[in-house]
């Protein structure tokens, strides 16, 4: 099993200004994602760097906002109740991508009446630029040691003891005492090993997701496609990834024994993408391309 390296969790301290790691996880992201949508920007008619720039302020917005409330909704909404001001203790932790999603989608509706452009066509331009900004947001998850994936009794060599599982060892050790024998030191602590589930969103819901959307939006797509694939690539990979993740601690498993909070909350996006897929090639609506609808 491997030992969690021990990352402090502040990147840059210059007197009493500190800079978490967690703060440059989201630069990157936001500055990848400025690139590759002035990157894509230059191939398309009718995009300029003054767009792309408003673009991807309206989504940062979007995503801190969304992510912050989304977050307290879905997962957190007793201790909102008990201190609404907890909501704004931002420095505390607590993001939610699919509340961070339905915050971007509100913030496109704006953006999209200021340059007179229809929900889909922005929708579909920025989604490949998406995926990479997960990924930043896995590795900063990784740092913080949160979000842990779920004991394993696999022998796996990239298994992982977390330090700041101990309280979930503790849980699961109490369930199930017969795998006491799965205990190992690692440095002063006696840790269970778990899948470093941080690690495996950042490669399937970012780097593999993005490579898809990429390459699949590198050509002329009808209308809704892109946003479509998003939807199913994300649903599934998130769906599938929570097998690996242990669940939040207060959520546990919502429904038949086994699915957790994520993953009902990404099944509808599955759904709701394998419809506009369907609907995007039987309207067949093009943006650009040699088959662009005039």
């Known amino acids: 099993m491997l030992a969690y390296p021990h990352i402090d969790p502040v990147a840059?301290?210059?007197?009493?200004?500190k800079v978490h790691w967690y703060g440059v996880m989201y630069l990157l992201a936001f500055l990848c994602a400025w690139g590759l949508a002035t990157y894509r920007a230059k191939h398309r008619d009718g995009w300029t760097s003054e767009m792309v720039s408003d673009l991807v302020f309206y989504g940062a917005l979007g995503v801190v906002l969304g992510g912050r409330i989304g977050y307290v909704l879905f997962y957190e909404f007793d201790k909102f109740l008990d201190n609404p001001l907890w909501l704004f203790q931002v420095w505390t932790g607590g993001m939610s991508f699919h509340g961070g999603f339905i915050g971007v989608m509100l913030a496109m509706i704006l953006w999209c009446r200021k340059y007179k452009k229809t929900w889909f066509q922005t929708m579909d331009f920025i989604a490949p630029c998406v995926p990479t900004g997960l990924m930043f947001g896995r590795?900063?998850?990784?740092?913080?040691?949160?979000?842990?994936?779920?004991?394993?009794?696999?022998?796996?060599?990239?298994?992982?003891?977390?330090?700041?599982?101990?309280?979930?060892?503790?849980?699961?050790?109490?369930?199930?005492?017969?795998?006491?024998?799965?205990?190992?030191?690692?440095?002063?602590?006696?840790?269970?090993?778990?899948?470093?589930?941080?690690?495996?969103?950042?490669?399937?819901?970012?780097?593999?997701?993005?490579?898809?959307?990429?390459?699949?939006?590198?050509?002329?797509?009808?209308?809704?496609?892109?946003?479509?694939?998003?939807?199913?690539?994300?649903?599934?990979?998130?769906?599938?990834?929570?097998?690996?993740?242990?669940?939040?601690a207060d959520q546990g498993y919502i429904l038949f024994g086994w699915m957790t909070k994520g993953q009902m909350l990404s099944f509808p996006m599955i759904l709701i993408g394998i419809l506009l897929m369907a609907y995007a090639y039987r309207r067949k609506i093009y943006d650009w391309g040699p088959q662009k609808n005039a």
């Open 12 to 17: 840059i301290a210059l007197g009493p200004l």
């Open 139 to 248: 590795i900063g998850n990784f740092i913080g040691g949160e979000l842990f994936g779920r004991v394993s009794n696999g022998g796996y060599s990239w298994l992982m003891g977390f330090p700041t599982a101990q309280a979930a060892d503790r849980e699961y050790l109490i369930a199930h005492p017969e795998q006491q024998g799965l205990l190992q030191q690692v440095g002063e602590y006696l840790l269970l090993p778990r899948h470093p589930s941080q690690i495996y969103q950042a490669l399937c819901e970012g780097l593999f997701l993005f490579i898809i959307l990429w390459f699949f939006s590198a050509k002329p797509r009808p209308r809704m496609a892109v946003s479509a694939l998003f939807l199913i690539g994300y649903g599934c990979a998130r769906f599938f990834m929570e097998f690996f993740r242990e669940p939040d």
